[in-house]
């Protein structure tokens, strides 16, 4: 993190702008969004993938058999999607966070030693947003590799893209967690744990994503 702090302007309602606003200021030099937001975005997206197929194969005879899977599949989702939404401002504040306490002052002991507690506390939200962020994202892509052999077939090609889209996104959101993992305090949980967790995601995303692509390949063949 070596970005200039965001202004308010920048830092208010990401998810409301349109795709152009959005992709116009991760294109410029404005301090967010960032990496870290744009994990969680790619996370809703690939949950808005996910839902999209359950809906096309929910009420369809041909998928009778499985529609009460796909619905469920569908709402869980729906509710991932609303909740990577909201990791996607969270990382954009807590980037803020860090940046203004980076910036308070350090003349005296009393003010080192503010700076110092509000640093360790913003580092340690900068690194479990993210987090957050991969452990939702992990649950979209089992959703994705769950509807990818059931859903309807004519939407194969969406489960697929939303299964890496959704790896994407826990990787990106590892990558968040780990460069903040340096700048914890000592006694902060995910000091002693934030690694192996990360590892393990990525290792899990490797392995559901092939499942999820083998299963559209199948059904595209």
Do not use: W
């Amino acid at each position: 993190m070596t970005r200039e702090p965001a202004s308010p302007e920048e830092t208010r309602g990401l998810i409301e702008l349109s795709l152009r606003e959005l992709t116009d200021q991760l294109a410029s030099s404005a301090p967010v969004p960032g990496g870290g937001t744009t994990a969680a975005i790619s996370g809703a997206m690939a949950a808005g993938l996910v839902a999209m197929v359950a809906a096309l194969t929910v009420g369809r005879p041909a998928y009778a058999e499985v529609e009460a899977e796909a619905k469920e599949i569908g709402l869980g989702a729906e509710t991932l999607r609303q909740r990577l939404l909201t990791l996607a401002e969270e990382d954009a504040a807590a980037f803020d966070a860090v940046m203004q306490a980076r910036r308070m002052p350090r003349e005296t002991d009393e003010e080192r030693a503010a700076r110092s507690t509000a640093m360790g506390a913003a580092f340690v939200t900068a690194a479990e947003v993210p987090l957050e962020t991969a452990r939702a994202a992990a649950h979209v892509l089992g959703l994705a590799a769950r509807i990818a052999p059931i859903g309807n077939r004519n939407a194969a090609s969406d489960a697929g893209v939303a299964a890496q889209l959704a790896s994407a996104a826990i990787r990106g959101a590892c990558l968040n967690v780990r460069i903040n993992l340096p700048y914890l305090p000592p006694d902060a949980t995910l000091a002693a744990d934030g690694e192996g967790e990360v590892a393990a995601l990525e290792a899990e995303a490797t392995r559901v994503e092939a499942a999820a692509v083998a299963s559209v390949a199948e059904r595209l063949a």
